[in-house]
Each structure stands twice: as C-alpha cells, then as structure tokens.
T-cell receptor, first 118, second 113 residues
Framework: GAVVSQHPSRVICKSGTSVKIECRSLDFQATTMFWYRQFPKKSLMLMATSNEGSKATYEQGVEKDKFLINHASLTLSTLTVTSAHPEDSSFYIC??????????????FGNGTRLTVT | DAKTTQPTSMDCAEGRAANLPCNHSTISGNEYVYWYRQIHSQGPQYIIHGLKNNETNEMASLIITEDRKSSTLILPHATLRDTAVYYCIVRVVEGGTASKLTFGTGTRLQVTL
C-alpha cells in the first residue's frame, strides 16, 4: 500500500487565492521530506527540502515567499502556493524516505496534486 | 549528484524482457544507483537500487558493471502496465540523512502487443 499520502489529488482555484497541499508519511517518521514540481512532458524538478523543526531549504530560483512549506510534525509536511497565478498550474509531488536507520533507503512519492489556476 | 544518460525512448514486445540502459560514467564511490518509473499522471514509483552488486527483487533486476560506470534495469517479462517513463538516478547517500533525488529526462518505455 501507499507509504506517502498526498491530498488533494486535484485542485482548481482562482487567480490570487492560496492553495494548501498536504503530504503525509504513513509508515515512517520523516525529519526530511521533499517537494517536486512537474510541467507537462517534463521531468520532476526539486523545489525544496522540508525539514521538521526548522526552515525549509529551497532550490535556486524557487520563491520561498510564494511556496510556503511547513513541516508540522514528523509525518506531515504542507506546501502552500500563495497568491496563485495561472503559471503556477502544475503537478506537485512530495516524497519521503521509507525507513529510519537505513541511510540508503529509497524515497517514496505521493500520487501528486494537479493544480489548475484559472 | 552524478549525471546519467539514458535513451529517450524504447519499445518492447509484451512478454519479452525489457533491458533499459543507463550511463553514469562520473559516479562517485558514495553514490548509489536508483531506478524509478512514472506512469502517466502518477507519482514516481521506486523499483530498485544498488551500489555495486547486482540486485533483484519482485519487480526487476539491476545489473551494474564492475567499474560502476553503467547499469541496466531488466524487466524480465514486460506487460502493457510497464509502459512508463523510467528514471535512472545516482544519489549521494550520507549517514543519517535522507538525501534528495535529482531526476533526468528518463527513458519512455512503450510495451506493445
């Protein structure tokens, strides 16, 4: 079964509004989780690393004030797209490691959230 | 993380083995090779990973060359459901820290009847 749960799977919002996406690690308490973004027919691009108990680490070119990340607990990270615009329409995917203590354990991914901003 | 090179696309007949190559000639000693696949409109699915020995699980086999500069993912009996984009990723693994995955463009595998 799924080890990373992401919600919602789809969301449509109006320009200027904010949208929150939740990512839950179901079988592992994750101090680190990752957020990716994917445009049509393109590969996944890492946006940021979510760190429990501290600030997220953003990749170059990703606006931290626009994409707010909160790692509220060891099993929950949220991504809030603030003041969304049509160009923010994309597929957002989170990931989390699968096992503590195994440093090479694979990351597992949620099923993604398709955001459409009208 | 070291870069990888994969063919853009491949075809495979259903029931046959699918052999997906990956070149990672600049891989470092502390980097593992991971394979994921992504079926349309879903999140990536973990398949297998290895350091230097060949690995096998219920989904696939991973063959890594002795010099670790390339690897091959083998799906022994491909089915239509294996049609997906397959990503070969080399990932630095550090003790106690979950490190990121950097995705390339992958190989689009089309399994046909």
């Amino acid at each position: 079964g799924a080890v990373v749960s992401q919600h919602p799977s789809r969301v449509i919002c109006k320009s200027g509004t904010s949208v929150k996406i939740e990512c839950r690690s179901l079988d592992f308490q994750a101090t680190t989780m990752f957020w990716y973004r994917q445009f049509p027919k393109k590969s996944l691009m890492l946006m940021a690393t979510s760190n429990e108990g501290s600030k997220a680490t953003y990749e170059q070119g990703v606006e931290k004030d626009k994409f707010l990340i909160n790692h509220a607990s060891l099993t929950l990270s949220t991504l809030t797209v603030t003041s969304a615009h049509p160009e923010d329409s994309s597929f957002y995917i989170c990931s989390a490691p699968s096992a503590r203590g195994s440093y090479n354990s694979p990351l597992h991914f949620g099923n993604g959230t398709r955001l459409t901003v009208t | 993380d070291a870069k990888t090179t994969q063919p853009t696309s491949m075809d495979c007949a259903e029931g046959r083995a699918a052999n997906l190559p990956c070149n990672h000639s600049t891989i470092s000693g502390n980097e593992y090779v991971y394979w994921y696949r992504q079926i349309h409109s879903q999140g990536p699915q973990y398949i297998i990973h290895g350091l230097k020995n060949n690995e096998t699980n219920e989904m696939a086999s991973l063959i890594i060359t002795e010099d670790r500069k390339s690897s091959t993912l083998i799906l022994p009996h491909a089915t239509l459901r294996d049609t997906a984009v397959y990503y070969c990723i080399v990932r630095v693994v550090e003790g106690g820290t979950a490190s990121k995955l950097t995705f390339g463009t992958g190989t689009r595998l089309q399994v046909t009847l």
